[in-house]
């Protein structure tokens, strides 16, 4: 018994790291807002090593539009500079000695349907990897049938890893609707 409570434990713990890994990639579209985290996926090269921009520099957001980039050491203007223009952000940098600043145009409506397509996706993502948790979950409940655990009690456990799938498949759906609207909102 111990040993399901083990596996339902586990299962509620793999499912909200899918969550957390689905906020994460929401929080890199965007919606028409500048935030920091836009930036969180770009790297530079930092004394020939690939750095996290946020580990080389600080990065403030002045207003809704905007996105200031303040390197801790100036030479790194530059690779900051160039990091972005290659990025897939589709922001153009002004560099004006000091500070790299991002002006975030508004979205556009074909763009916004377009980011709506990759929340779906991101969405679709992060319920494939719920229900592949609540595969390998069942798959070990059928072993431990097969090792000599009661058949009732297998089954009772599969309905409890099928209702915390149903639960988490809601948080999905509605983290996915809350960053649509906000993606449609002009």
């Not at 377009?114 to 719920?130: N, P």
């Amino acid at each position: 018994m111990e040993e399901i409570e083990f596996y339902l434990d586990d299962t509620k713990e793999s499912m909200d790291k899918a969550i957390k890994h689905l906020g994460i990639e929401l929080a890199k579209i965007r919606a028409g807002r500048a935030t920091p985290q836009m930036l969180d996926g770009l790297v530079v090269e930092y004394y020939g090593t690939p750095t996290a921009l946020s580990q080389v520099s600080g990065i403030n957001t002045p207003d809704a539009r905007t996105l200031s980039i303040k390197p801790f050491e100036k030479s790194l203007l530059g690779p900051i500079e160039r990091a972005i223009r290659n990025s897939d952000l589709g922001l153009n940098p002004q560099n004006n000695g000091e500070i790299i600043i991002l002006s975030v145009p508004p979205l556009t409506e074909e763009r916004r349907r377009d980011l709506t397509k990759k929340v779906k996706s991101e969405g679709e993502d992060a319920k494939i990897s719920i229900r592949n948790i609540r595969k390998n979950t069942n798959e070990e409940l059928k072993k431990l049938q097969k090792d000599g655990a009661a058949e009732d009690i297998i089954k009772s456990a599969e309905e409890k890893v099928q209702k915390i799938t149903d639960s988490f498949i809601i948080i999905v759906d509605q983290t996915c609707d809350k960053k649509e609207k906000e993606i449609m909102t002009v």
